[in-house]
């Protein structure tokens, strides 16, 4: 089955300690993104990757690292997260189709 | 800055009753995507617009695309309890890649 598999589903952490979210697809798409979506503000892009080793900012990047060494994972990272970055995190991949949504991270930092 | 705007974004309606949610954007883009969003759950892809003109079926509802006017147009016949959930849309400009804009939703709640 296609999919975006991301882990984990909920986390709760406190502030200032590392953190990775993971995610991976099987569908060999090229193109993976990641997005935060808060109440009122619907999904904002953190950041993207058009393939390996290329990966480009978004609309929201500050607090947040992203790696893409392998076509199929692309994996988030916050590196001393605060709690301004608590929200629902969700990993996409885009083919012909449009895209391919993971089940979503809901992140609380305290 | 590019902005895709949803319109109502909320929408309570009796089952039975039609309606339509509006999308309107401001730039030109050839790509309109909707996807619906259930309560804690992750988006999913309904429909794919790709061209003037075009539209789509699929159950009670229907997209349609007007590029010339920056307009989509998601139509509910006849609603039923299942429907309610939140409605995006995306669109994907020329010459920005692959990148997305989503608008901000629409939430519907259908009333038995």
């Known amino acids: 089955e296609a999919q975006v598999t991301q882990n984990p589903r909920y986390l709760i952490t406190v502030t200032g300690k590392k953190l990775t979210v993971t995610c991976s697809q099987n569908m060999n798409h090229e193109y993976m993104s990641w997005y935060r979506q808060d109440p009122g503000l619907g999904l904002r892009q953190i950041y993207y990757?058009?393939?390996?080793?290329?990966?480009d900012k978004g609309d929201v990047p500050e607090g947040y690292k992203v790696s893409r060494k392998e076509k199929r994972n692309f994996p988030l990272i916050l590196e001393s997260p605060s709690p301004n970055q608590t929200s629902l995190y969700f990993c996409?991949?885009?083919?012909?189709?449009?895209?391919?949504f993971g089940s979503g991270t809901r992140l609380t930092v305290v | 800055e590019l902005k895709v705007e949803q319109n109502p974004l909320f929408l309570s309606m009796q089952e039975g009753k039609n309606y339509t949610i509006y999308c309107n954007y401001s730039?030109?883009?050839?790509?309109l995507y909707w996807y619906r969003q259930d309560p804690g759950k992750s988006l999913e892809s309904l429909f794919v617009l790709l061209s003037n003109g075009a539209v789509k079926q699929e159950g009670r509802l229907m997209a349609s695309l007007d590029t010339k006017a920056r307009l989509s147009t998601l139509h509910i016949t006849a609603a039923v309890h299942d429907l309610s959930a939140t409605y995006f849309c995306a669109v994907g400009p020329p010459n920005t890649g692959n990148q997305f804009y989503f608008g901000t939703g629409t939430s519907l709640t259908v009333i038995p």
């Open positions: 996409a991949s885009r083919g012909r189709g449009g895209y391919t």
């Open positions: 730039t030109t883009s050839d790509r």
């Open positions: 990757s058009m393939n390996v080793e290329v990966t």
